[in-house]
T-cell receptor, first 114, second 112 residues
Framework: DVKVTQSSRYLVKRTGEKVFLECVQD?????MFWYRQDPGLGLRLIYF???????EKGDIPEGYSVSREKKERFSLILESASTNQTSMYLC?????????????FGSGTRLTVV | GQSLEQPSEVTAVEGAIVQINCTYQ??????LSWYQQHDGGAPTFLSY????GLEETGRFSSFLSRSDSYGYLLLQELQMKDSASYFC?????????????FGAGTRLFVKA
């Protein structure tokens, strides 16, 4: 069964900390994505990557960066965590750029910034 | 810009049929997808429509009308386990057909 694994289910961090969210997929997918999910807002795209060392900004990249050193791993970095970054973070991957095969999501990381 | 609209909540009775609508505005369109998400779980892919018409997968069907920028998800023979949030999502052709934009989600409550 294909899998997207996010390293932490719950995280609590302090304001100003640098936070790393890790995501690993075992499907040899080239395309990986980071979304955040907030009530009433759905899923909003932060960054995505369609190849190793490639990255593209999504709709809300401010305050975030990403790293894709290996095909299977896509990391989201909060440079200096703030309370408005408290959210559920979802990593996803897909085989096709068209999305016809759908995204496979990880279970999510619920981040609380205090 | 892009936007998707879907109802925030729908309630239906077990065994019934329910339709969740989705209208979208996008400068480019490549396809409409549907995802299901149970509380505390990850979204799971249900269907994808690139062409007009109805796609059926078991109890779930998805419809697309590109001329009306409209689609819907149809759930038949509702079961309690279908209580979940359902998201429509469109591929944004503006950025090469690569970015997927999600709606805010429709919370479906199935009553006994």
């Amino acid at each position: 069964d294909v899998k997207v694994t996010q390293s932490s289910r719950y995280l609590v961090k302090r304001t100003g900390e640098k936070v790393f969210l890790e995501c690993v997929q075992d499907m040899d997918h080239e395309n990986m994505f980071w979304y955040r999910q907030d009530p009433g807002l759905g899923l909003r795209l932060i960054y995505f990557s369609y190849d190793v060392k490639m990255k593209e900004k999504g709709d809300i990249p401010e305050g975030y960066s990403v790293s894709r050193e290996k095909k299977e791993r896509f990391s989201l970095i909060l440079e200096s965590a703030s309370t408005n970054q408290t959210s559920m973070y979802l990593c996803a991957s897909s085989l096709r750029k068209t999305g016809a095969d759908g995204y496979t999501f990880g279970s999510g990381t619920r981040l609380t910034v205090v | 810009g892009q936007s998707l609209e879907q109802p925030s909540e729908v309630t239906a009775v077990e065994g019934a049929i329910v339709q969740i609508n989705c209208t979208y505005q996008t400068s480019g369109f490549y396809g409409l997808s549907w995802y299901q998400q149970h509380d505390g779980g990850a979204p799971t892919f249900l269907s994808y429509n690139a062409l007009d018409g109805l796609e059926e997968t078991g109890r779930f069907s998805s419809f697309l009308s590109r001329s009306d920028s409209y689609g819907y998800l149809l759930l038949q023979e509702l079961q309690m386990k279908d209580s979940a949030s359902y998201f429509c999502a469109v591929r944004d052709l503006e950025t090469g057909g690569f970015k997927t934009i999600f709606g805010a989600g429709t919370r479906l409550f199935v009553k006994a």
